[in-house]
């Protein structure tokens, strides 16, 4: 792959997911948003982490004619049934707010003691070609919900999110984030497909019309 001439579009709004994504992908490629390329994404309608994440990639990589990674995350409780899950964005409701959002998890489970608080974080990340080929990776980060909010880093649910050492996410340094992550875990499982992505696109474009 000549990682120099090729584009990838990362579909998503997030400023985070945006950071956090950026830093995972290889030098060379250059990484556009959907802010610079003008371009926002159809409400979301899957019922799942992959359905979603596919269904943004997809999208984007039609109306753009770009290769697109779209990931898809959220946060399951296991004391709330799995909530708040593929509504972690709008756990407290319209328009998404993160603080909001914080503030009713730590309250709905405030009568739970921290035995009780086991949550995983899960992330499904989707590349998709113009020409139709689409790769969907998952990966996961287990520990535990906090009972107050802890840390500057990170963003969503981090602050509150309790990690088996100790810390909550919102107190690792990028770099460690970056490489334990529910998302690192979904792309170092990912970025593989990612030359072939590209390969696929440049046939389509080289192909005789």
């Known amino acids: 792959m000549s990682a ?39 409400p979301e309608t899957g019922s799942s982490f992959g359905e979603i ?24 409780v296991e004391a709330l049934g799995g909530e708040p899950g593929v509504r972690s964005a709008r756990y407290a409701g319209e328009p998404p707010d993160e603080a909001r959002n914080r503030k009713l998890l730590l309250d709905q489970l405030a009568a739970r ?8 974080f899960v992330c499904a990340v989707t590349i998709a070609s113009p020409s139709g080929l689409v790769w969907t990776s998952e990966g996961e980060l287990r520990g535990t919900i906090f009972d ?20 909550t996410v919102a107190e690792l340094l990028d770099e460690e984030k970056n490489t334990m992550s529910h998302r690192a ?25």
């Open 53 to 76: 994440a596919e269904q943004k990639a997809q999208f984007a990589a039609a109306a753009t004619g770009m290769v697109a990674l779209a990931d898809d995350s959220g946060l399951e």
């Open 113 to 120: 003691p921290l035995s009780e608080r086991g949550a995983r």
């Open 4 to 42: 120099s001439t090729h584009t990838l579009l990362v579909a998503t709004s997030n400023p985070g997911k945006i950071r956090e994504l950026r830093a995972m992908i290889p030098d060379g490629v250059r990484v556009v948003s959907l802010a610079e390329v003008g371009l926002g994404l159809p």
């Open 185 to 209: 875990n979904a792309m170092a499982r990912l970025l593989p497909k990612l030359p072939a992505a590209f390969r696929a696109h440049d046939s389509a474009v080289s192909a005789p019309q």
């Open 148 to 167: 107050r909010e802890r840390g500057t880093g990170g963003f969503g649910y981090d602050s509150v999110f309790l990690l088996p050492d100790g810390r």
